[in-house]
């Protein structure tokens, strides 16, 4: 069992930036892919970014690729999403998700974390 907690979500004005944190639990973070999804209000939950357990293989929604960079830190059994010039249409709740198998744009893993809201105005 893996448990998934997010923090870093706000409040901000386009053009700023934000990071998130997720920590997970228990001793197979380094053998986990962490990924991170969105929802946003009346839409589906959608796939934002991967990265693998070595953080050598990482892929991105193209929406997001060039302001967002997800990193991960295994010592300290962390995923992070730094986003940059942010813009209205990136508010959502923002979840963590993982799993040994891979998470991919059709594909979500198996463990989710409660979700953090990122609210970008105008």
């Known amino acids: 069992q893996v448990q998934l907690v997010e923090s870093g979500g706000g409040l901000v004005q386009a053009g700023g930036s934000l990071k998130l944190s997720c920590v997970a639990s228990?001793?197979?973070?380094?053998?986990?892919?962490m990924g991170w999804f969105r929802q946003a209000p009346g839409s589906e939950r959608e796939f934002v970014a991967v990265?693998?357990?070595?953080?050598?293989?990482?892929y991105y929604l193209d929406s997001v690729k060039g302001r967002f960079t997800i990193s991960r830190d295994n010592a300290k059994n962390t995923v992070y999403l730094q986003m940059n010039s942010l813009k209205p249409e990136d508010t959502a709740v923002y979840f963590c998700?993982?799993?040994?198998?891979?998470?991919?744009?059709?594909?979500?893993?198996?463990?989710w974390g409660q979700g953090t809201q990122v609210t970008v105005s105008s």
């Open positions: 228990g001793r197979t973070f380094s053998s986990t892919y």
């Open positions: 990265i693998s357990q070595s953080g050598g293989g990482i």
């Open positions: 998700n993982a799993d040994l198998s891979p998470i991919w744009v059709g594909r979500h893993g198996r463990y």
